[in-house]
């Protein structure tokens, strides 16, 4: 027997460490061998490091399937507090008149506008500090690093939720309607103001190129050149910043800001399950609500035909796309 034929042989030549006179072929072949067990070697390294986090993550929170199962219990009894049972006809049923009538006595629909316009207002106020904040930070208009200040300050409203800021607000005007739409004035300027920032990075140069050449300043051409290719963007950014802003809002109302959150947190601390099951309808009505007019304004704002469709017909058809979605990802 050669030589060449011999285990030793063998394993240098798999490991690429023999015979370096062999083809261009059989060099090939070792290196995508070697690329595949360095490959290999990465993801179970990276397996095993996710294994500790997660196993770090549910020791330090104390969670645990014998823990779920001794609670678990107690929540499906809860679920007749949540789902009311009723007979209709008798037909087992979930008695939703008492759904409305809690949405009727405790004003429920007035506190889903007082929503609506906390996220509306400090949409809208935000807006022209986005627009600052967004252009100035664009290196198109201020040069590298002065940009630089106006993209730090976007980073610090972001990395601060606003809950946070209705916490840092409270001495300005307490917890209440105000206090939130200051809140998400401020989140919006630093969220929607790096969106704009990044859509402004994208543009072309042409537009640009022609208005300066005409003899236009800086803010004719920051008006004209820039503006002008991103205003679709732009809008289609605030309906989804605004949609955004609604479920802030939401949020806010829980720690006493107003609104819907507000009366939900009231009926979670009195045990009242039913109130606060048809508090969640309306949180889910207003929500999906405001998405989906958001989603109809984007899609308008990016000429897509395929789906130009009614409110009506979108809700209707909501449910098919939903199952086809999920059957085509199986």
Not at 197 to 226: C, H, V
Not at 233 to 241: P, S, V, Y
């Amino acid at each position: 027997m050669s030589s060449d034929s011999s285990p030793i042989s063998r394993l240098q030549t798999y490991l690429g460490i023999g015979d370096r006179a062999g083809s261009p072929v059989d060099r090939k072949l070792q290196d995508l061998k070697r690329r595949k067990a360095v490959r290999r070697l990465w993801f179970g390294l990276g397996v095993v490091l996710f294994a500790a986090m997660m196993n770090w993550s549910l020791s330090l929170v104390g969670f645990s399937l014998a823990e779920l199962n001794r609670q678990f219990p107690e929540f499906v009894e809860a679920l007749t507090g949540y789902f009311p049972p009723t007979t209709y006809f008798g037909i087992p049923f979930i008695d939703v008149v008492q759904y409305w009538q809690f949405m009727i006595e405790a004003e429920l629909f007035a506190a889903s506008q007082m929503t609506i316009a906390i996220a509306l207002a400090g949409t809208a106020l935000g807006l022209p500090g986005a627009l600052f904040f967004g252009i100035m930070a664009s290196e198109r208009v201020v040069p590298y690093p002065f940009n630089f200040a106006f993209r730090a300050t976007m980073s610090v409203i972001r990395a601060i939720p606003a809950i946070v800021w209705v916490l840092i607000l409270i001495p300005l005007g307490g917890v209440g309607p105000f206090t939130a739409t200051l809140a998400i004035t401020i989140d919006t300027a630093g969220y929607l103001g790096r969106l704009f920032t990044d859509e402004l990075e994208e543009i072309e140069d042409g537009p640009i190129e022609g208005i300066r050449s005409t003899g236009a300043n800086k803010s004719q051409i920051i008006s004209f050149g820039m503006l002008s290719q991103v205003f679709r963007q732009f809008l289609a950014w605030i309906a989804f910043d605004l949609e955004h802003n609604v479920r802030v809002a939401i949020t806010l109302g829980v720690i006493g800001a107003g609104g819907l959150g507000l009366e939900l947190n009231i009926q979670r601390r009195t045990f009242n399950y039913t109130e606060m099951m048809a508090c969640i309808i309306l949180v889910v009505l207003l929500a999906g609500s405001v998405e989906l007019l958001s989603q109809r304004l984007r899609s308008y704002l990016r000429e897509d035909d395929s789906e130009q469709t009614g409110v009506l017909e979108a809700f209707v058809t909501a449910p098919r796309k939903i199952v086809q979605s999920g059957m085509g990802r199986r």
